[in-house]
């Protein structure tokens, strides 16, 4: 993640949290949640976690008993999710700073590294939501992932991208226009690699190592094709 990304979401935390938040984007993080079939007890990790949007989602599904690590590079998202954290009271949720595609986490030393313990049985787990958009190459970051969840952990992607839904097509301009007011430096006015193509080429780049990681793997649209979620089981 470049210093720029960084300097963008630490302005724009507060803002950020209010639209991840909104009615609507709720049902695609509650979706995200269920495709990672969680269970009371179980850990699950979620890469970019920002201001905590999807924490409440994780947390009740893996009960009191469960744990919940979230990673971020931006102290600024962190400070958010922190405060969320401390304002519900939530024991079992842990927010680490560090570069999720190279997570300080290793499966053998995940009690070390968080210190507070996952009932020594791992990562059962992970969850990236609009991220994978990030990463200059993702497949390889999601084929790490997924050998730190090895066989039988449950990932999962959301991501927002451009839809092949003809449906969807007036509302391009817009999406692409979101794609830049939101991809530092946003005053560009003319790109020789547009970044909602470059967004494009990386979710289904990421969505892809998924399946490829996968022996039985699901997606599902939503938002009229404007959001992805890709979602499996590690062979
Ligand atoms: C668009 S926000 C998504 C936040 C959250 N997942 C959500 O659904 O609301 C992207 C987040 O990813 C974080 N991020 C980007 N690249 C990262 C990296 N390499 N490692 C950790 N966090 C990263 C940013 O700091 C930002 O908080």
Same mark, same amino acid.
């Given at each position: 993640? =470049? ?9 724009? &935390? @507060? ?5 991840? @938040? ?12 269920? &495709? ?52 519900? #009271? ?29 009932? #020594? ?23 790490? %992932? ?7 952990? @449950? ?5 927002? =991208? ?24 946003? %005053? ?7 970044? %909602? ?21 699901? &997606?599902?649209?939503? &938002?009229?094709?404007?959001? @992805? ?7």
């Amino acid at each position: 993640m =470049t210093d720029d990304l960084q300097a963008f979401y630490g302005r724009w &935390a @507060r803002l950020y949290d209010r639209i991840a @938040r909104f009615p609507g984007v709720g049902a695609w993080r509650a979706a995200a949640a269920d &495709a990672l079939a969680l269970e009371p007890g179980d850990t699950v990790l979620e890469m970019g976690c920002g201001t905590g949007a999807n924490l409440p989602y994780l947390r009740e599904r893996v009960g009191p008993e469960g744990q919940v690590i979230g990673i971020d590079l931006t102290a600024g998202m962190l400070d958010v999710a922190r405060e969320r954290v401390e304002r519900r #009271g939530w024991k079992n949720v842990s927010l680490i700073r560090a570069d999720a595609s190279r997570p300080p986490i290793a499966a053998s030393a995940v009690d070390h590294a968080i210190g507070e313990g996952t009932n #020594g049985k791992g990562i059962d787990a992970v969850l990236a939501s609009f991220l994978s958009g990030m990463f200059a190459d993702p497949a390889p970051v999601i084929e790490e %992932w997924c050998s730190l969840l090895g066989p039988g952990g @449950r990932i999962c992607l959301l991501d927002a =991208t451009r839809s092949a839904d003809r449906r969807a097509l007036p509302l391009d301009m817009t999406f692409r226009a979101f794609v830049v007011a939101s991809t530092p430096p946003t %005053w560009q006015l003319r790109y020789d690699d547009p970044p %909602w193509r470059a967004l494009e080429a990386r979710v289904e780049s990421a969505h892809d190592a998924v399946r490829r990681c996968c022996g039985t793997y699901g &997606a599902d649209r939503f &938002a009229l094709g404007f959001v @992805r979620l890709t979602y499996g089981v590690v062979e």
